[in-house]
């Protein structure tokens, strides 16, 4: 068991060629917001388990993901608050996301507010890149903070 407030680039420079890392790069690409970086921690196969848009599943929903976060947020930084890693190349990250809201993310134009969201994701990295995903954010607390009104 690790327990840390390391940044997610910060981890992958100093953690050896492992799932672990991978797992944190997949993290790393909002952070340095380098979509081209997607094809090299995602396998082509990529199964996201829960994705932000059902009808664009796979490679393509996490380049978009990536793409869209990176549009609507600056200063992003994840920190790393625990992680794991188990048997069959899953690790599990649970992690913080602090940002500043300068562009259009969701239907919601610009607020320049700062922002703060937890997450978990349990990565299945195969052959070195990320071959399935499960993951949970805390939307609702992001909406709130955005000022987003929920039907």
Excluded at 25 to 35: A, P, Q, S
Excluded at 90 to 119: I, N, Q, R, Y
Excluded at 125 to 148: C, P, S
Aim: proline residues 6%.
């Amino acid at each position: 068991m690790e327990t840390t407030a390391k940044t997610a680039s910060e981890l992958v420079r100093s953690t050896p060629p492992s799932p672990l890392q991978v797992a944190f790069r997949g993290l790393e690409l909002y952070d340095v917001g380098d979509v081209a970086r997607v094809e090299e921690v995602f396998s082509p196969d990529f199964i996201d388990h829960n994705p932000a848009n059902p009808e664009e599943p796979g490679i393509d929903s996490m380049r978009a993901l990536v793409e869209n976060v990176c549009a609507g947020f600056t200063d992003i930084v994840h920190r790393v608050l625990f992680y794991r890693e188990l048997p069959d190349g899953l690790v599990l990250v649970h992690w913080e996301m602090t940002a500043t809201h300068t562009g259009e993310f969701l239907g919601v134009s610009a607020t320049g507010k700062p922002v703060a969201l937890k997450g978990i994701d349990i990565f299945r990295v195969v052959d070195g890149k990320v071959a399935e995903l499960y993951h949970v954010e805390e939307m609702l607390k992001l909406a709130q903070q955005l000022g987003a009104q929920l039907d």
